[in-house]
Structures are given as C-alpha cells and as structure tokens.
C-alpha cells in the first residue's frame, strides 16, 4: 500500500537534457495545454475509448448560485483518462458506480460508456441537477448508455435509503477535497455508501495540504485503508503534477467469530 501521506507522489530527479529544459519542464509544458484547454469555453469536448463527450460548462457558477461544479475540472479528465488506460485491468468491472459531488456529469457519462453493463448514478446538489440533464441528453442521443444514467439529489451526509440499501461496487469522486467543501460530510457519505466490497475511487488536487490532511485523518479514523494510483498508471499527456488518484477500501466486516465477549464468561 503507498503512502498517502506525502499526498503528492514524489517524481524523481530530473536533469536538464540539451537545450536546458529539463524533462520535468516539458512535462508541465504538455499538461499546460490541456488543462487550458478545459478552461471557460461553453463545452468541454473530451475523445474517451473512441466516443466524443462534450459537457456543456457554466462559468461564473461560483458567484451565480450553481457553485464549483458547472465546469469541468482538471480531476475529471485524470480520472476519466486513467479509467480509459487501465480499462482492461479492472475484473470483475463494477456492476454499479456512483459518483458524488458529480458537477456537470463527465466522470460519470465516462464510467457508463467504459462500463456498459453498470448501473451509473450520478448525485449532486439540487443546482446543478438540469446541467446534468442537459449533458445527458446532449451526449444519449449519439452515446445511449448516457442516457440511462441515473441522476438523484444528494448533499453530502444526507441519508438515501435506496443508495444506501445497493450494494455499490463503486463509488468515484472528483475534485471533491478543497478547501471550501466540508470534508467531514462527504466523509459520512462515503461511510454510509460503501460496503465492505465497495471500492472507492477519488482524484484530488494538492491545493490546500491542511485541508486535504483532514479528510484523510477522518478516513483513518473510519479505518478506511488507502492505495494511491502509480504515476505511471495515469495517462501520459492527461495526468499532472499535482493531482493524483487514490483507491480508498472501507474496513472489512469483522466477524463476531473474533469479537471477544467478555459478558458471556
Ligand atoms: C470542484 S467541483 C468538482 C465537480 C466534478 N466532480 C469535476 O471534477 O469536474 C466540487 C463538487 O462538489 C460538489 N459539492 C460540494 N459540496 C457538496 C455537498 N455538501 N454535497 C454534495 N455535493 C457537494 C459541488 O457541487 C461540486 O460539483
């Protein structure tokens, strides 16, 4: 299991090569160029696994009402590009994902086109809930398993007693630790959500480290076990310095077998 703790996972020494630009600068270089590509266009347009999505963005969400997750976020395309890499590895795939904090819906029309046997429910705050539509429609009509994703209302730590009774193989959160998202609700989402054969897969970027070491306190606490994705796992072009990608396994049932009953004797 990787340490998580260093949150950021340490690339190597890299050397000027000729010309004086180190492999590490032509790095930040190619990431620069899609990450301000994603920027405040009225679409993001994304090629995933031989399909085109295209979300249908709101800028200035954060001042109008709609909050964070009108736009695409750099997490989405990691996540969605690590997804379309390692498609073949993940066996027995999920037979149900859902997303939290799901903002305009990509990650989760990315899970239902790679997934095509999955049951995909995406959940938010009730603001963005058309924009979801909206992207659902606007991409089923070419790509049919997006129009049979599930969109439902959930603030984080709120109780959904049909979520809560599935057994969820996984859960997939994007860009949902930062500094102005109260981790601790989303925690209790994430307990209350996963089973012990429940995996959960978050992508995070380092923005705020106080913040970002809470959230993973309060997983320890809730004995969540962690594994971070390898950099070399990530796709080339579609990863970035400071955003990594994390497998977070809920604690195992404990069998009353091993629980010792003291009142008995
Ligand atoms: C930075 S955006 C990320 C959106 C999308 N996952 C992405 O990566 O593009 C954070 C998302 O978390 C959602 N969020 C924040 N607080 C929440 C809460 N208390 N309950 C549910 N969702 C919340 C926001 O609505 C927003 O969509």
């Not at 920027?39 to 399909?51: K, P, Q, W």
């Not at 249908?56 to 395309?77: F, P």
């Not at 819906?105 to 049951?119: H, I, R, T």
């Not at 630790?177 to 380092?206: C, G, M, Q, R």
């Amino acid at each position: 299991m990787a340490d998580q703790e260093q949150h950021q996972q340490q690339q190597p020494q890299e050397k000027n090569g000729r010309g004086g630009v180190s492999e590490r600068a032509r790095r930040i270089q190619r990431q620069l160029q899609w990450r301000r590509a994603r920027g405040a266009d009225r679409a993001f347009a994304l090629d995933v696994g031989g399909h085109q999505l295209e979300a249908i963005q709101i800028t200035g969400g954060e001042t109008s009402g709609l909050g964070t997750g009108a736009i695409v976020w750099d997490c989405a395309v990691v996540l969605s590009k690590y997804l379309e890499k390692n498609l073949k590895s993940f066996q027995p795939p999920p037979a149900s994902i859902v997303e939290l904090g799901s903002g305009n819906g990509l990650l989760g029309m990315v899970c239902a086109l790679f997934f095509d046997q999955a049951k995909v429910v995406v959940t938010e705050q009730a603001p963005l809930l058309p924009l979801i539509h909206q992207n659902l429609e606007h991409n089923g009509t070419n790509n049919p398993r997006v129009a049979d994703v599930e969109v439902v209302e959930l603030n984080w730590g709120d109780r959904n007693e049909q979520l809560e009774a599935d057994t969820i193989s996984w859960i997939v959160v994007s860009d949902c630790v930062f500094n102005n998202a109260p981790y601790d609700l989303l925690v209790d989402s994430l307990v209350l959500l996963a089973k012990p054969e429940t995996k959960i897969l978050i992508s995070i970027e380092h923005r705020n480290h106080k913040h970002e070491d809470l959230f993973w306190q309060a997983m320890k606490e809730k004995n969540f076990g962690v594994e971070t994705v390898s950099r070399e796992d990530l796709d080339e072009d579609f990863s970035a310095d400071d955003i990594d990608v994390y497998f977070l396994s809920p604690p195992p049932l404990v069998p009353l077998a091993a629980v010792p009953i003291t009142t008995l004797a």
